[in-house]
């Protein structure tokens, strides 16, 4: 398949930040105008997009903006969180109302806490601190306990599209860019934790109540703009396995996670230390839900010494598999289940398409023991053999390769020898055939 050169996905002057786009940081984000292209060319307005695997809700928000309908799901519940917040329209004035009740029964708390704290008195509020691994070596004790505070005052919030939005606030203290983390860490947004212990205690009140305004008028911004009529669903935690009905969906929409590249978890654990009860979700479990994750080096040697041992039955990827195999089984067995699972999110999107529609993969090629992985070729293959699976193909349709913008693109924390850098990725465009 010959790469189109008609025109450029690149993007690389174009703001990325409005409506909710910047609300919350993500490894990884595609541009939004990417969502953009495909949501205006491939549908019409009220029609369905669909993204499987929709990480921080890019394509969901501008499906909002567009005025199609929008489904999503993603197995990370921190990602559900700001899929979700990000793409609900509030009323402005009922969420400025909110901020200002909230702030201000923050702000009381917090200068009665540390009033008691100068004068080393007992602190008669309840404080509720959760329980997790290393609390007090990733968070100072004040900071700890002014967290502990302001989530006591969101859980009181009737109206649950306020307090997810709350959440999603709160989350963003933790989970930033540089050294701006409330937590002894920093980059944790583009890294893995480094523990930074602050030159001085973070001041919870005084950061939340800026990233509050900032994030409000997001949000608000983004309301007065989306169409009234459409509306974005979460609808579950599977991109194998969607709750949803054959030929219902008329775009999907969607960029998988880079073979054996990121660990999410890394950085979302923080969040979820904090707000697990919240997304029904403990530390243990949450460890445990990365073992299924679409790209995880999480397999047991046993399982990948199994998978090498037979042919998964398209040329390009036993070729692969073979190749890296010569050298690291573990990385082979790896990568044949990384394809297995996309093998499944292909057929199900497939099932969910309705005929004649497109699905979009936006994918980057990588090495893997020096060895080169096309994944972009790979799906492409793959799309063509799955009528056996699903009574139906996925046709190449288009390829367009566009380059990454180092300045605005978060590299997301590397995992073993992935190959150097990341600055090529592939718009692979699907058409669903009998």
Known sequence: MSVTASESLDFAKAKTNYA??????????????LAA??????????????????????????????????????????????????STPLDPIQLRNHCDRLLSQFRES?????????RRASFRLSIDLPDFPNRDYWFL????????????????????????????????????KGKASVANVRDLAHSRPHFARPEKTPDVLDIFSQKLWRLSNAVISFSLECKRNVRAKIVGDDA?????????????FTSPP?????????????????????LNITPRS????????????????AECRARVSKPFGLSLIDRVIKDVSADDIKRAGVTHRYFENMQKIMSECARVLRPGRRAVFVVCPS????????????????????????????????????????????????????????????VVVLRKEP
């Open 20 to 33: 909710t786009h910047g609300v919350h940081s993500f490894a990884a984000k595609f541009p939004p105008q």
């Open 37 to 86: 292209w495909g949501i205006k060319k491939f549908t019409r307005p009220g029609e369905i997009v669909l993204d499987p695997m929709c990480g921080s809700g890019t394509c969901l928000v501008e499906a909002m903006l567009l005025g199609r309908n929008s489904l999503g799901a993603d197995i990370d519940p921190l990602a559900r969180l700001i899929s979700q917040v990000k």
């Open 110 to 118: 917090v200068l009665l806490l540390r009033e008691a704290r100068s």
């Open 141 to 176: 004790p004040q900071v700890a306990e002014e967290l502990a505070l302001l989530k006591g005052h969101i859980q009181k919030i009737n109206r649950e599209e306020f307090r997810n939005f709350f959440y999603l606030v709160f989350s963003s203290l933790i989970i930033t």
């Open 240 to 252: 194998s396995d969607l709750r949803l009905a054959s030929d219902t969906v008329d775009l999907v």
């Open 258 to 278: 880079y073979v054996n590249a990121i660990d999410y978890q890394r950085a979302h654990k923080f969040s979820l230390f904090w707000l697990g009860d919240v």
């Open 286 to 301: 949450y460890a445990e839900l990365g073992k299924k994750y679409v790209g995880t080096d999480r397999v047991p040697l």
């Open 367 to 426: 090495k893997i023991r020096n060895i080169s992985v096309p994944t972009h070729e790979m799906l492409i293959e793959m799309g063509a053999n799955l009528k056996r699976i699903a009574g139906c193909t996925l046709v190449c349709e288009d390829l367009i390769e566009r380059t990454l913008d180092d300045s605005k693109r978060q590299l997301p924390y590397v995992r073993g020898e992935f190959g150097p850098g990341m600055r090529t990725e592939y």
